[in-house]
């Protein structure tokens, strides 16, 4: 190496802490963005398979009480599992991507975005596995016992 030389941006150290911040707030926001996109496609899915499973017509074709029991523990619960995993997964990313950075705006910007991903995982579990789910099977058990 050539005792002369010097790089400027290692040798200023907030050039080098300005650009690792800026680093962890893309990283942030686009596991945020990608989050968030990823999650309401999957939720789509979610409410698609369920309202199938509670009218008990796939593509206008009626199907039994079996197959719908069956998508429900095979479609719609793992749907269900993972978006509320995943979301789970990347709010604790975010979290610690937010405690290694200098800067306490992109520390904070990443606590939002977690907080923000921990809610919908939150939403999902609460609302979907405890509400809509007892739901499903409840009009499961209920069209068995017409049939």
Do not use: H
């Not at 009480?65 to 997964?89: C, E």
């Not at 290694?100 to 520390?107: L, N, R």
């Amino acid at each position: 190496m050539n005792p002369g030389f010097r790089c400027e941006a290692t040798d200023d150290i907030s050039t080098v802490s300005g650009m690792w911040n800026l680093i962890a707030t893309l990283a942030i926001l686009g596991a945020t963005i990608l989050a968030y996109t990823i999650g309401m496609w999957v939720t789509r899915m979610i409410n698609d398979r369920g309202d199938e499973i509670l009218y008990g017509v796939v593509k206008g074709v009626p199907v039994s009480t079996k197959d719908r029991w069956f998508m429900l523990f095979t479609n719609w619960l793992p749907y269900a599992l993972f978006l509320i995993g995943f979301l789970l997964i990347v709010a604790i990313g975010n979290v610690r991507i937010a405690k290694v950075v200098d800067d306490p705006t992109v520390a904070t910007f990443g606590y939002l975005c977690a907080g923000f991903l921990a809610m919908g995982a939150l939403f999902w579990l609460v609302l979907g596995l405890a509400a809509t789910f007892p739901n499903m099977v409840a009009a499961i058990r209920k069209s068995e016992s017409v049939q």
